[in-house]
């Protein structure tokens, strides 16, 4: 149902509130490059510090700009189930066409509470949901045997596997074959994934090459694996860049520097440092970009 390259996109700040112009102008440069989809206030979208009447307005606000022209996939995750409910709740009646659920952070539940919480959302929200899986933010690994559990109610559709391993992709997608779609949750590992069966990718590097991560995807599926493989290491560089310090502080360092946002944070994340936004710099303009 959500294949390609969908751009976990940045929220825009300007002096502490969203700047909803700047969020739109980069909905429609991420659509006229050929993204495949659009998944507001993730990780990379600082949910995190979004407050509720925010985190709300950016996914309105996203759906109407997007106005079907390709998919919205909300991020509506928490470590509360019941606030995970409302937010997916929230998402449907805003329009979204599907939702992405990340692990329940810090209480790190046990593989059967993972369960019981994405399948209390499905059953509160009749919407396409996507599993997010990245235990270097959570404390907690969902494991394929977990995974491919939830992959038999059938408004789970897809999971966006970070791990970093690509045996674990593997393993999801044997255990669960057509009934899941798996998405590399981590930009460089993207080729990794889909040769071994996952069809795209929920990426921050798309955020500043939307075309060229779109190219990617679509080389690899395509069949031409020599075109895919010779964009992802001309991408490399950037992959490495855009994690020199936590996402998304470099991703929004870059966009500022090539003039499509004000690269505001909301604390407690802060500019780079002097040295790695020297880095950075080097990469962008190596990139072409700046």
Not at 160 to 170: D, F, I, L, P, T
Not at 182 to 191: F, K, N, Q, Y
Not at 192 to 199: L, T
Not at 219 to 227: E, I, N, Q
């Amino acid at each position: 149902m959500f294949t390609g390259s969908l751009v976990a996109i940045v929220t825009p700040f300007r002096k502490g509130k969203v700047d909803e112009r700047a969020l739109a102008d980069l909905i429609e440069w991420q659509i006229a490059k050929g993204t495949n989809g659009i998944v507001p206030c993730g990780t990379t979208g600082e949910s995190a510090t979004l407050s509720h009447d925010e985190h709300n307005r950016v996914i309105e606000l996203t759906v109407e700009v997007v106005n079907r022209r390709v998919p919205v996939i909300a991020g509506t995750g928490s470590n509360s189930t019941e606030e995970a409910i409302a937010l997916t709740k929230h998402a449907k009646q805003a329009g979204a066409d599907g939702a992405l659920l990340i692990t329940p952070y810090y209480n790190k539940p046990t593989q059967e509470g993972l369960y019981r919480h994405y399948k209390a959302v499905a059953e509160a929200v009749d919407l396409p949901l996507v599993l997010y899986n990245i235990p270097g933010r959570t404390g907690v690994n969902m494991l394929p045997a977990t995974i491919a559990r939830l992959a038999a109610i059938t408004t789970i559709v897809g999971v966006k596997e970070g791990s970093g391993s690509v045996q674990q992709a593997s393993d999801i997608v044997q255990l669960c074959g057509d009934r899941l779609t798996v998405l590399a949750g981590d930009d460089s590992l993207t080729l990794p994934m889909m040769a071994v069966g996952g069809q795209g990718v929920i990426t921050v590097t798309a955020n500043i090459v939307p075309a060229e991560m779109a190219a990617l995807v679509k080389a690899f599926a395509d069949g031409r694996v020599a075109d895919a493989r010779r964009i992802h290491f001309n991408l490399s560089p950037l992959f490495a860049a855009l994690f020199f310090e936590t996402n998304p502080i470099p991703v929004k360092e870059a966009l500022g520097m090539m003039g499509k946002i004000d690269p505001e944070l909301r604390l407690p994340l802060c500019p780079m440092a002097q040295d790695t936004r020297e880095k950075l710099t080097r990469a962008l303009k190596d990139a072409g970009l700046i």
